[in-house]
């Protein structure tokens, strides 16, 4: 890599690892820049229709911050302007935004691929019925967690009967044609670990959710993610009151991959908060680290020359994406 814009390091101060990730990368003599950056990923605001116990949004129904008409109005601006190869919309539960519809649309009309991180449960909500259909008319991508097959590791995470309706609806999406073969209509499903562990190879682990919702629930879909939980909001909540906050953070600088870095998500993505601020990934947006003040800050302002080969903010929170096969919104990113 050509060499790096300043990066500084500045959370979480909080998070105790035994060494710093920009040491780490140093040790390696890794210089971690942005490349070109072709997606946008919006974070619509952090209410959704379930708490999840490992949910690094600290979303929840009873959470207020919603992007504005106004701010979804400068998203779709931008991506007018830049053209977006990928539009990844996510929340909360990104489909009780009222401006949700009108993202989808108005970036696929401009070319944009889109994908929509569906909780699967949302389309149980009043006036979300018709989900599967909307997600088919505009041919998205549709990214949905399932923390495993079996009801109770999921209801564990997610919350009573969140399993039986979460099978339901992937039930209602194949129905549609999602996850079938020759339709294109893209269903991935993302599985994090139920505990303070690393996931499996996902190659591994996708082979066995395929055979199991079949066999028990006559469910298709194309690709399993691996993502690891990421040690912020919630999750860190959880290892701090079970006591494994320094076991995890040790298992997850053990776990550095140096092949990952190639992979990561925020060397060509860009992310953008409900009130229009721009960090470099998602899980930075929850640490609210955003981009390097010498950098536009908001969408309204965004400039891709200026966003390209980029220094990234990083904190003790990026082992979580550098550990084993790696982890990123699309999945492991090294063999």
Not at 16 to 33: D, M, T, V, Y
Not at 284 to 302: C, W
């Amino acid at each position: 890599m050509p060499q790096a814009l300043p990066i500084v390091e500045r959370a979480p101060k909080h998070l105790r690892a035994p060494i710093s990730f920009e040491g780490k990368l140093a040790a390696h003599g890794i210089e971690l820049r942005a490349s070109v950056v072709n997606t946008l990923q919006i974070n619509v605001g952090k209410l959704c229709n379930q708490a999840c116990k490992h949910c690094h949004v600290d979303a929840s129904p009873t959470r207020t911050e919603i992007m504005t008409p106004e701010t979804a109005e400068q998203v779709i601006a931008a991506v007018q302007k830049f053209r977006f190869a990928t539009v990844d919309i996510t929340g909360g539960a990104p489909e009780l935004n009222p401006s949700f519809r009108y993202l989808v649309r108005e970036s696929r009309a401009l070319g944009s691929h889109v994908i929509v991180r569906h909780n699967l449960t949302v389309m149980y909500q009043r006036g979300q019925e018709d989900l599967p259909e909307f997600f088919r008319d505009h041919s998205l991508e549709v990214v949905s967690s399932l923390p495993y097959f079996l009801e109770q590791q999921t209801d564990a995470q997610r919350g009573h009967g969140v399993f039986d309706k979460s099978v339901e609806a992937l039930q209602r999406l194949n129905a549609v044609g999602y996850g079938m073969e020759g339709t294109g209509l893209a269903l991935n499903i993302v599985y994090n670990p139920v505990g303070a562990f690393l996931p499996p190879p996902q190659t591994s682990i996708e082979a066995d959710f395929k055979y199991e919702l079949m066999t028990r629930h006559g469910i298709s879909f194309n690709h399993l993610f691996t993502i690891t939980n990421m040690p912020i909001k919630r999750f860190l909540d959880y290892l701090r009151r079970s006591g494994n906050e320094e076991r995890y953070m040790q298992k997850l600088v053990e776990a550095f991959n140096p092949t990952t870095i190639e992979g990561l998500m925020c060397r060509n993505l860009v992310s953008v908060d409900w009130t229009g601020k721009l960090y470099d990934c998602d899980f930075n947006q929850m640490l609210e680290l955003g981009v390097a003040q010498s950098l536009p800050q908001t969408i309204g302002e965004f400039d891709p020359e200026k966003f390209s080969s980029r220094g990234i903010m990083t904190g003790p929170h990026c082992f979580g994406c550098t550990a084993g096969s790696g982890s990123s919104c699309g999945g492991a990113v090294a063999p």
